[in-house]
């Protein structure tokens, strides 16, 4: 049973508490947990990654509404904390980062197929074709650097195969920059959509930027400078799809929506119990947040949060093996390309950004130089019978 978003109230904000040994919990299993689970965890520390920039933005932008976005924004901190610290120090730097790509991966198909508006779906395709690529050059960088096989993280639920090659992926910032949704005449859903997409991107980019300085390999030094371009492009690509025009108050009534959505999309299909009552209590976190949000809705823009808000929320988002839809949108779509905000064979590929391609790889391109030769074997590429013969000849 779905929840009426404008009854249920939540815990109130007063109630929401922690202590330090609340906050910091006993991490997931590396190789025990299932990698859904994880796929949860990681996209619900961009949700509150997300939920933090967002209110430090409105803040400095909106004075009346300063002291109650500090006060959601310091439990946002704490459940950011919360989830962030369940990723365990046994994860690599590079195995995170397999994880975050099969977070872009399954979820991006999964929005993709549920995503009413045409031109939106088309748009999430677009990018999930770029992440599926990332997933195999980074895996590649795994394997010949630390000698691991990407799928010990995937557990065999997204594959590792070429998608729309990196190297053609960096385009001119105007052919990066979509049609937004109309906010009067979109569904929530494709609102909800949007918002989670960003969030789970612009986490993305932030890792990368943070983590990609720290390797002394100067490979992986060039390859996470090159994905992390192509994830700041992502981040513009999805945010340019949410419409300008909406109200700052508006934005945050969609944030905290979204934010319950997200929790309840947890709640509907974890199956770790130590995970789902995190997952029940920030749904229960979130709902106050709204209620809260709701109020101030009405009393600053003067009008019904039913005229934003949809009363039930939508089928929670699914966390299950894309695999298919992902192999059959790269046999349709991998060809595709960009010319302004329209989605164009690559014969029609705006100049612009073929000249700006042409200009940041003309010294070679760091995600080809990674993947040459490379075939993903289980095991590693060390396991494949032709390399091995070469070692060890018969």
Not at 72 to 79: G, K, M
Not at 148 to 168: C, E, M, W
Not at 367 to 381: A, S
Request: proline content about 6%; overall charge negative.
């Amino acid at each position: 049973m779905s929840l009426d978003l404008l009854k249920t109230k939540g815990r109130p904000l007063a109630k929401q508490g922690f202590t330090w040994k609340d906050l910091v919990r006993k991490p997931i299993s590396k190789l025990d947990c299932d990698a859904f689970s994880r796929v949860r965890v990681i996209l619900m520390n961009g949700i509150e990654e997300e939920a933090m920039r967002f209110s430090h933005s409105c803040a400095r932008m909106n004075k009346e509404w300063q002291k109650d976005l500090a006060m959601l924004r310091r439990v946002e901190q704490h459940q950011h904390t919360m989830i962030n610290w369940l990723i365990p120090a046994d994860h690599s730097p590079l195995e995170t980062t397999i994880a975050y790509e099969q977070v872009a991966i399954e979820v991006t198909a999964a929005l993709a197929q549920v995503e009413p508006d045409p031109y939106i779906a088309q748009s999430f395709r677009f990018g999930l074709l770029e992440d599926f690529d990332h997933m195999y050059r980074y895996s590649a960088l795994l394997d010949r650097l630390e000698g691991k096989d990407a799928n010990n993280i995937l557990q065999s639920y997204t594959d590792v195969h070429p998608g729309r090659p990196t190297i053609i992926q960096h385009r001119h910032p105007h052919d990066d920059l979509r049609t937004p949704y109309d906010k009067n005449n979109t569904s929530p859903i494709t609102k909800l959509n949007a918002l989670t997409l960003v969030s789970g991107e612009q986490q993305t980019h932030n890792y990368y930027m943070n983590i990609g300085p720290l390797f002394t390999d100067p490979m992986a030094r060039l390859l996470y400078a090159e994905i992390a371009s192509i994830e700041e492009q992502h981040v513009t690509h999805y945010e340019s799809l949410i419409d300008p025009e909406e109200t700052w108050m508006e934005k945050w009534l969609m944030h905290e929506a979204n934010e319950v959505y997200n929790y309840y999309s947890c709640v509907q299909t974890e199956d770790d119990p130590r995970l789902k009552e995190i997952w029940e209590r920030f749904l229960d976190y979130e709902l106050g947040h709204l209620n809260h949000v709701m109020e101030l809705f009405k009393k600053f823009e003067r009008r019904d949060p039913a005229e934003i808000l949809p009363e039930t929320l939508p089928t929670p988002i699914s966390y299950k093996s894309q695999r298919q839809f992902v192999m059959d949108t790269l046999r349709a779509e991998v060809d595709l390309r960009t010319d302004g905000p329209n989605y164009v064979d690559k014969s029609q590929e705006s100049e612009k950004s073929k000249r700006y391609r042409d200009t940041l790889n003309s010294e070679g391109s760091p995600t080809e130089i990674i993947t040459q030769g490379y075939i993903w074997q289980p095991g590693g590429e060390l396991n494949s019978p032709q390399i091995r013969n070469s070692i060890y000849p018969q």
